[in-house]
């Protein structure tokens, strides 16, 4: 059983021993008496408090879930409702007060009721409301709560975690997608046929397209005479022909894209945005394909169509926001193996085992036997050792999340970029729409030649530029000097766009606006900085 003091109690604690290097140092006895004797009752009651809850807990004071399932599946910003049961086997009342869930810091948690009164052998149900944040695989392990009412004291000073015997998670799955995921149907049914709406794209047909300038290559034949002749230059006719377009996007899922507020972040607004594309070509019947990379590549879904497709890339923008690998986390195999330590003791049912375990590769071979019970089924993360490995498979299977590595991936996920492109040349059948989410070069060597050879091969190849200034926040400057920062970032930010706008034009590339409308009803659009690259003859 462990016990966490409450705020107001570490304020009492911190107090005392204020009041204890107050009175050493300045020589007074009473204030280092009182402040001694403050600690001396706060160790006291803590102990109290353990006895009486570890009483209550061996007696049949545990928590459950109601759901018969141990994953569930939400849409980011929807709230999903789960039910709890608390369990009072004892023959002790107990009042359970200031009921918090422990989750992990990307899921928005409220419990009702805040407080419960359990008289022995009751149960309660507890309604959990969850919101996701930001898309991926989250966990959820608990609840604190304080314990009031103990015939022993230690009143409301102590707090105790709960952790569900079968562990939840979380996954989250972006907005654009839900309609397509949540479609009643399957089987058969649930496959696109091939009388549905077909694409557009150039070529020979009978429907006009665009009018557009002459360009060396076109021919004679397509020349409008007319309008050539109003606007004092050669002009000719895009037509249109019928046929589905084979799709791919790529996305850059670099951790420098996590910068900002959950939800709000460019990588954010990048998945929401590639799930928008993703739902308009597959209701269309295109065939789909995705690419996830960073500094190596993380995800390659193959060309699919319908609603299995939508799972299959919906379960990848989920895993782009993972940074438990060695290469995109902040943590250390120490960081990493202490909190698998934590999260595992209240899952151990003999602590002994546990403390048995502080050798880090008896701690890996006990965590493969716990993960067994874990949510998830997570790919294995990449780490230099197979211990390191093992402890960090343990946190992804649970949802628990690391932070992001400060150090960026820019200049290693450019090159990435460049090869992701050349191997899209050689794909089988040829790609008509390359759409990429990801900052423009800096340096054009690689990138440029692909999208070079991909116009050559009569690829339409389209740009989109994280969106970064809504991320940074408007109006929520406090100071003066924080304006000034802030107004300064954004002007670099706005050089920056400026920047890869023309890097981008160097490239052959135009730039346009473009608004992508999410698929449930009275969502807002959300504007993105498209480039398209429109390939010639």
């Not at 790529?250 to 945005?273: F, H, I, T, Y």
């Not at 500094?295 to 879904?301: K, T």
């Not at 091969?457 to 304006?483: D, F, H, K, Q, Y």
Request: aromatic share 4%; proline share 7%.
């Amino acid at each position: 059983m462990i016990l966490y003091p409450t705020r107001p109690t570490l304020h009492v604690a911190l107090a005392g021993a204020a009041m204890v290097a107050s009175g050493v140092l300045f020589h007074r006895h009473a204030p280092a008496a009182f402040g001694g004797a403050v600690l001396l009752a706060l160790a006291v009651a803590r102990g109290l408090s353990l006895l009486a809850a570890t009483r209550l807990r061996q007696a049949g004071f545990e928590m459950a879930w109601t759901e018969s399932r141990r994953v569930a599946n939400v849409v980011v910003g929807e709230v999903a409702v789960l039910d709890v049961e608390l369990k009072n086997r004892s023959k002790d009342p107990a009042r359970a007060a200031v009921l918090r869930a422990m989750a992990s810091s990307f899921l928005d948690v409220e419990v009702i009721p805040r407080d419960c009164d359990l008289p022995p052998g009751s149960v309660v149900h507890v309604e959990m409301r969850v919101t996701a944040t930001r898309t991926g695989r989250w966990g959820l392990h608990g609840l604190a709560l304080e314990l009031r009412g103990m015939p022993l004291g230690g009143e409301g000073l102590f707090e105790t975690p709960l952790v569900f015997s079968s562990p939840f998670g979380v996954d989250a799955a972006p907005r654009a997608l839900s309609a397509m995921l949540r479609s009643p149907r399957g089987g058969r049914s649930g496959r696109v046929t091939d009388s549905g709406r077909s694409a557009r794209a150039r070529g020979e047909g009978d429907e006009l397209r665009e009018l557009r300038d002459h360009v060396v290559g076109d021919p004679w034949k397509r020349i409008a005479w007319r309008a050539s002749a109003r606007k004092g230059r050669l002009i000719v006719r895009e037509m249109e022909r019928q046929e589905r377009d084979i799709v791919w996007l790529v996305m850059d899922a670099s951790v420098d894209g996590w910068a900002g507020p959950p939800g709000k972040a460019p990588l954010d607004r990048a998945v929401e945005s590639v799930a928008a594309a993703a739902t308009k070509h597959l209701a269309r019947g295109d065939r789909v394909g995705l690419v996830l990379f960073a500094s190596r590549p993380r995800a390659w879904i193959k060309l699919g169509q319908g609603r299995p497709q939508a799972a299959l890339i919906a379960s990848a923008l989920s895993g782009a926001s993972s940074t438990i690998d060695v290469d995109r986390s902040a943590l250390e195999e120490n960081d990493v193996a202490q909190r698998v330590a934590e999260h595992m003791r209240p899952l151990v049912r003999d602590e002994r085992t546990l403390l048995r375990a502080l050798d880090k590769d008896r701690l890996a071979k006990l965590a493969e036997t716990v993960r067994l019970r874990a949510p998830f089924a997570a790919r294995l993360p990449y780490a230099p050792s197979p211990r390191e490995r093992t402890l960090r498979h343990y946190l992804a299977c649970f949802g628990i999340e690391s932070p992001p590595r400060a150090e960026g991936e820019r200049a290693r996920s450019e090159s990435e970029l460049g090869r992701m492109l050349m191997k899209l040349v050689d794909e089988k059948p040829r790609p008509t729409i390359v759409t990429v989410w990801a900052p423009a070069p800096v340096t054009t060597g690689l990138v440029a030649h692909a999208v070079r050879t991909l116009r050559a091969r009569r690829t339409e190849i389209r740009w989109n530029l994280p969106e970064v200034l809504p991320s940074i926040g408007a109006g929520s400057a406090e100071s003066p000097v924080a304006e000034s920062v802030e107004a300064a970032v954004r002007l670099r930010v706005t050089a920056e766009h400026a920047r890869e706008i023309a890097a981008l034009r160097a490239l052959g590339v135009t730039h346009r606006s473009v608004v992508i409308r999410r698929p449930e009803p009275g969502a807002t659009a959300t504007e993105g900085e498209s480039l398209q690259a429109r390939s010639e003859p």
